[in-house]
């Protein structure tokens, strides 16, 4: 059973920063044959791609709305992966998904594993 748990959600204002956590375990499992990606949820709003990296880190995509802010990294060796965020504009307020899948694409279907989603609230 693979499992994506993120943490590190919170609320902030306007100007601040945040680190979101993707932390995974499976028996037998690793992230490291893995892209992973980032995705976001607003209210009333679809599931969005924020940004992803690939299995070895060295290819890493952003949306537009987020590039020069947000920094997505990775330790295969610790099964984990981060989102820094950091100049957080209120309209980044949403729950942020954590996934897995086979190749660094933009197409959340394409995503076989996801966590449950930390809140991250940006107040201005």
């Known amino acids: 059973q693979v499992r994506l748990v993120e943490s590190g959600g919170g609320s902030v204002q306007a100007g601040g920063s945040l680190r979101l956590s993707c932390a995974a375990s499976?028996?037998?499992?690793?992230?490291?044959?893995?892209?992973m990606g980032w995705f976001r949820q607003a209210p009333g709003k679809e599931r969005e791609f924020v940004g992803g990296?690939?299995?070895?880190?060295?290819?890493?995509y952003y949306e537009d709305s987020v590039k020069g802010r947000f920094t997505i990294s990775r330790d295969n060796a610790k099964n984990m992966v981060y989102l820094q965020m950091n100049s957080l504009k209120p309209e980044d307020t949403a729950v942020y998904y954590c996934a897995a899948g086979p190749r660094l694409v933009v197409t959340k279907s394409t995503y076989a594993y996801w966590g449950q989603g930390t809140q991250v609230t940006v107040s201005s």
């Open positions: 990296i690939n299995w070895s880190g060295g290819s890493i």
């Open positions: 499976g028996r037998t499992w690793s992230i490291s044959a893995y892209a």
